[in-house]
Structures are given as structure tokens and as C-alpha cells.
């Protein structure tokens, strides 16, 4: 999922990167007044979670690759503005130190994982946690990645680059992560499973149930 400089045109990523600082600025913003600090002390370890799984990744066509990327993880437990500051934080260290993702296009690349996997991730989640929590978090994961993949699509489509073949990379974006999106969905709902077993403080649900009793 990390786009590589060359493969979107400055005006794509321009765009991206002005909408990606201004939805992130919000988010921070609303951090303070809507994030519980019992989710503060989670941020730097599941930042460092996600960075550890961001590492391995493999190419697919289209000029990009796919790996475990963690949004929904994140947006489950952090909540979504937090969360997505998260995977922003570790998306833009992963290009600055580790090269993986171009500097010209951080902007998009953090849009696609930071923003759109971790907002619809969550919004999925929330959506299905009523009918259980687990297949939510599954759910959240497969098609959190998928949503941001498909905008990685857009970008790759609008571009010069792939001569502006955009349902060519929106079908190779969007299918290979609906299938690859799976294995996020399953390591999603495993991890969160594992977590609301041994820590079910954690739940994002816990905090209500706390300020209730």
C-alpha cells in the first residue's frame, strides 16, 4: 500500500497531502475532548505493534504492495482520532527512516492508511459491534483495508504514470486487497479477541461501562 514517488503526479499528491494535514489537524484537535486518558498510555504501544507488522510487506502489481497495515486495529482500541494520528506517526517514520512509501507522496499514503482505513474501519465497526464484537473487528479489518486501497487506486488512476488506466488500478487495488484484506480482517479480529480476553479493560466499550457503575 505504500506508493512509491514517480507513480503519482505533484498535483495528485498535493491534493492528498493538503486534505491529509487538514483532516489530522481536526483529529487532533477532538483528541482532548473525546479520548478517554486511559487510551493515551495504549498509543505508543500499538504504534509500535503497527510498525513492527507495517515492516513486512510484498509487492502486488499496480506499484504498490500489501501487508497488515492495522488502521481498524487501531481506531478499535485508540478510538478513530487517535488512532488515526497513530498510524499516521508510523506511516511517516516508515518513509522518512525506512524509505518505505515516497517523501513526495506521504501525504497520500498516509491518507489511504491513516485516514480512510482507520475512519472506515471504524465506522464498520461500530456499525456491526451489536451483533457481535469479533466479526466487527474482522469486518473492520478487511474492508478498512480495502476502502484505502481503493483510493490508492484513484490516486495511481488519475496519474500519468499508469496513463490514466483508472478502473485498470482500481480493479487490481481494490480486488487484490479484498482478497488480501482477509488476512487483516482475520489477524484484526484475533489480536482484539486476545486482548478482550486478557485485558478487558481494553474493550472499547470498557470506559462506558466504567463511567456507568
Do not use: K
Request: hydrophobic share 55%.
Amino acid at each position: 500500500m505504500h506508493i512509491p514517488d514517480g507513480y503519482v503526479d505533484i498535483t495528485i499528491a498535493v491534493l492528498f497531502g493538503v486534505l491529509s494535514v487538514a483532516i489530522l489537524a481536526l483529529a487532533a484537535r477532538r483528541v482532548g475532548r473525546e479520548v478517554p486518558e486511559s487510551r493515551a498510555p495504549l498509543l505508543g504501544v500499538v504504534a509500535a505493534g503497527i510498525f513492527a507488522a507495517q515492516m513486512l510487506n510484498w509487492p502486488i502489481p499496480g506499484g504498490t504492495s500489501a501487508h497488515f497495515v492495522g488502521g481498524a486495529f487501531a481506531a478499535i482500541l485508540l478510538g478513530p482520532h487517535l488512532g488515526a494520528l497513530c498510524v499516521a506517526t508510523v506511516v511517516t517514520i516508515q518513509a522518512l527512516v525506512f524509505g518505505d512509501g515516497g517523501l513526495v507522496v506521504l501525504g497520500a499514503n498516509v491518507f489511504n492508511m491513516a485516514i480512510v482505513e482507520v475512519y472506515v474501519g471504524y465506522g464498520i465497526y461500530r456499525l456491526l459491534a451489536p451483533y457481535g464484537e469479533f466479526r466487527a473487528a474482522f469486518a473492520a479489518g478487511w474492508l478498512g483495508i480495502t476502502a484505502g486501497a481503493l483510493t490508492a487506486g484513484l490516486q495511481l488512476g488519475f496519474s500519468s504514470a499508469f496513463e490514466y488506466q483508472l478502473l485498470t488500478t482500481l480493479s487490481i487495488m481494490g480486488v487484490g486487497h479484498l482478497v488480501l484484506g482477509l488476512i487483516e480482517g482475520g489477524i484484526t479480529a484475533v489480536v482484539y479477541r486476545y486482548l478482550a480476553d486478557a485485558r478487558p479493560d481494553l474493550r472499547p466499550t470498557a470506559d462506558a461501562e466504567v463511567s456507568l457503575s
